[in-house]
Antibody
Framework: QVQLVQSGAEVKKPGASVKVSCKASGYIFTNHAIHWVRQAPGQRLEWMGYINTGIGNTEYSQKFQGRVTITSDTSASTAYMELSSLSFEDTALYYC??????????WGQGTLVTVSS | EIVLTQSPGTLSLSPGERATLSCRASQSVSNTYLGWYQQIPGQAPRLLIYGASSRATGIPDRFSGSGSGTDFTLTISRLEPEDFAVYYCQQYGSSPRTFGQGTKVEIK
């Protein structure tokens, strides 16, 4: 069965960076892109970007351009999202999600990133 | 970017009743690029509807989607206990992909 398992919760100070992992299983990793979506407390879901795991190209939301880097390791069937220059507003639950015909059919369990001084 | 506005913010209904949720886009969205997700508290979102009206795998037929242009609707014909959740519309026709703010369907 398809599963996306994310790394554990993180607490970071303002200005720091965080890197969240998303390990895929149950399907051929390079056949489906991986998206990253975040949800701040009480806010709507927010798309951050995605990686084509087959060829490695990425697309990012303009809002996060320059601060977010999405990568993947095909040998480990794992995608990564790194967000730099963290501020309090980056406190959120971060999800990875598999792409299926441009939609997201499987999601990770979410990783809580808390930015606190 | 395309802003999606959902209404109402909260819908209070009883099991067995019909739920009608609205999603309005700030500019026209092709049907192909409009979908709906369900999120139960503490869980990740689940894809319900894609292409405005196609049900995702395993989604019961009490869920249906319709609409075009800037106005889209998600209908739940008869609410089951497991349907009380938050519902989000999403578009991917224009980057960045955007989501609505959600409609909470709660038990009356």
């Amino acid at each position: 069965q398809v599963q996306l398992v994310q790394s554990g919760a993180e607490v970071k100070k303002p200005g720091a960076s965080v890197k969240v992992s998303c390990k895929a299983s149950g399907y051929i990793f390079t056949n489906h892109a991986i998206h990253w979506v975040r949800q701040a407390p009480g806010q709507r879901l927010e798309w951050m970007g995605y990686i084509n795991t087959g060829i490695g190209n990425t697309e990012y939301s303009q809002k996060f351009q320059g601060r977010v880097t999405i990568t993947s390791d095909t040998s480990a069937s794992t995608a990564y999202m790194e967000l730099s220059s963290l501020s309090f507003e980056d406190t959120a639950l971060y999800y990875c999600a598999r792409d299926w015909s441009h939609w997201n059919d499987y999601w990770g369990q979410g990783t809580l990133v808390t930015v606190s001084s | 970017e395309i802003v999606l506005t959902q209404s109402p913010g909260t819908l209070s209904l009883s099991p067995g009743e019909r739920a009608t949720l609205s999603c309005r886009a700030s500019q026209s969205v092709s049907n192909t690029y409009l979908g709906w997700y369900q999120q139960i508290p503490g869980q990740a979102p689940r894809l319900l509807i894609y292409g405005a009206s196609s049900r995702a795998t395993g989604i019961p037929d009490r869920f249906s989607g319709s609409g075009s242009g800037t106005d889209f609707t998600l209908t739940i014909s008869r609410l089951e206990p497991e349907d009380f959740a938050v519902y989000y519309c999403q578009q991917y026709g224009s980057s960045p992909r955007t989501f609505g703010q959600g409609t909470k369907v709660e038990i009356k």
